[in-house]
């Protein structure tokens, strides 16, 4: 499965944006998504993360309460609402897609996205 990510920018602290991840190749609907970020000369964190039809989700405690993950299995589509952002969020975010596994475990997802910065300001 082929992953696009976009919907990244610069936001000041307290402000909103909402990524986006495309797919594309595979049944989408066979997968579980997640979202991860990456801070500079950090490691790849778990953000928040998706059953296959959308019923169950998790999240990092870091953004529980802020951000949203949903996705459109029709579309073909996972999306990242944040809110309330802060500068810690400062990172590339990447989408990621699994068939199974520990959905917060990032070794667990074999096909990512390229990665969007996503950059807040204070």
């Known amino acids: 499965i ?3 990510a976009s919907g990244g920018g610069l936001v000041q602290a307290g402000g909103s944006l909402r990524l986006s991840c495309a797919a594309s190749g595979r049944t989408f609907s066979d997968y579980l998504m997640g979202w991860f970020r990456q801070a500079p000369g950090k490691v790849r964190e778990f953000v928040a993360g998706i ?5 169950t989700t998790y999240y990092a405690n870091t ?11 029709p579309k073909n589509t996972v ?42 300001s204070s």
Do not use: H
């Open 2 to 4: 082929q992953l696009q």
């Open 51 to 55: 059953s296959w039809s959308g019923g």
């Open 63 to 73: 953004v529980k309460g802020r951000f949203t993950i949903s996705r459109d299995n």
């Open 79 to 120: 999306y990242l609402q944040m809110n309330s952002l802060k500068p810690e969020d400062t990172a590339v975010y990447y989408c990621a897609a699994a068939r199974g596994g520990d959905i917060t475990n990032r070794m667990d997802f074999g096909s990512w996205g390229q990665g969007t910065l996503v950059t807040v």
